[in-house]
């Protein structure tokens, strides 16, 4: 996490950058599948949580963040199994980010992020067919 997660503004702010940045890493992985659709489709997942992030920010009258110009990838994507172990790093790692921020969240949007998070669970156990509760937020 780029910054401490302190309040609602830097708990939104974090569970954006992370949308934004899981956003372009399926692209990576969606690129180096046989099947791609699994890949695009948790793409449009976080594309549809991006814009409703974003709608909390202006219903919230919060000055919304802007996605950075380059990320960079926790791991090496060069084949198909790499692919598959990069996304399910990424939905463990956006597991910790939801877990952080989720305390801070707005009451009205909680429960909304605590579905995301399980659905994040959901998506790393079909990644890796390992089903690791929380792991990345040791």
């Not at 969240?105 to 605590?114: C, M």
Request: charged share 20%; aromatic share 10%.
């Amino acid at each position: 996490m780029s910054n401490p997660v302190i309040d609602e503004r830097t708990a939104l702010e974090d569970l954006l950058q992370s949308s934004y940045g899981a956003i372009y890493a399926y692209g990576v992985v969606a690129a180096y599948l046989a099947d791609s659709d699994p890949a695009l489709n948790a793409m449009a997942e976080y594309r549809k949580h991006r814009d409703e992030l974003l709608s909390s920010f202006e219903e919230l009258g919060l000055t919304t963040p802007p996605a950075r110009a380059a990320y960079a990838l926790n791991t090496k994507v060069v084949d198909e199994p790499s692919a598959r172990a990069a996304a399910s790093l990424l939905e463990e790692n956006a597991i910790a980010h939801w877990a952080n921020a989720l305390f801070y969240l707005p009451k009205q949007i909680q429960q909304r992020e605590g579905k995301f998070m399980q659905e994040c669970a959901v998506r790393s156990f079909s990644w890796s067919g390992i089903a690791s509760a929380f792991s990345s937020a040791s």
